[in-house]
């Protein structure tokens, strides 16, 4: 009866935070980041504020659970297209993925926006947090592609010697933190593809290039293009 009883009690409380995670997120599509507050979200699942502080500890707490709800749905999406390709060459699955970053982002761009163009709280920052453990998800949907590329068909590199001597003590310290499986110069690259799409579809989704674009896609296509050179996927650059 008591393991009844707690398994019961779990499933309610499940269905709460699934509850005050809906909640969130509605706030922050409907009315922007700043309406998501303890007090809001509370309201919205009809219960007081300091009743919502037994589920979370604070706001910090609670933005961390939900984005990593926002990272874990932007992994699936991505995963989802890299095993619908599972068959391709290595270079039709890391465009895929590519691809599939920027459909989910412009479909949700509050959400994404929430991920990436928001401060980190430090409660968050720490390794053991969900926020960090789900976003270590998302980050490997990449990584793994860009090794298994690296380990199949190696592509070109800079010499180390020629980049500052910070860079590469930071450039070391990532590789020692991915085990190796990138050497520095290796991970230089992966980065710098990293930063230039990050960067173009935060520049998307943000609306900072409506000035100059109606249509983004064909500057997507042409940034993939470029990192297929950066790749050495030679074949994707000329598509």
Request: hydrophobic share 50%.
């Amino acid at each position: 009866m008591s393991s009844r009883t707690g398994s019961r009690r779990e499933r309610l409380r499940q269905a709460t935070l699934e509850e005050i995670h809906a909640a969130a997120r509605r706030l922050l599509v409907e009315q922007g980041s700043a309406a998501v507050t303890i007090n809001a979200v509370a309201r919205q699942v009809g219960m007081s504020g300091p009743a919502l502080y037994h589920y979370y500890a604070g706001h910090d707490e609670l933005v961390g659970a939900v984005t990593a709800d926002f990272f874990r749905e932007l992994a699936a999406a991505m995963e989802q297209a890299r095993d619908a390709h599972a068959d391709a060459p290595i270079g039709e699955r890391i465009l895929a993925v590519c691809r599939a970053m920027r459909a989910w982002a412009i479909a949700h761009p509050a959400e994404f926006g929430w991920i990436f163009a928001s401060p980190i709280a430090p409660p968050n920052r720490r390794p053991d947090s969900v926020r960090h453990q789900a976003a270590l998800r998302f980050e490997q949907v990449l990584l793994d592609l860009t090794i298994e590329l690296w380990q199949t068909q190696p592509f070109p590199v800079p010499d180390l010697a020629d980049l500052p001597a910070s860079l590469r003590e930071q450039l070391a310290g990532y590789s020692a933190a991915i085990d190796g499986w990138l050497p520095p110069e290796a991970a230089h690259v992966f980065l710098t593809c990293w930063i230039r799409l990050y960067g173009l579809l935060c520049m998307e989704v943000l609306h900072q290039l409506d000035f100059a674009y109606t249509d983004m896609e064909p500057v997507f296509e042409e940034c993939l293009r470029d990192l297929a050179v950066a790749l050495g996927l030679d074949d994707y650059a000329a598509a």
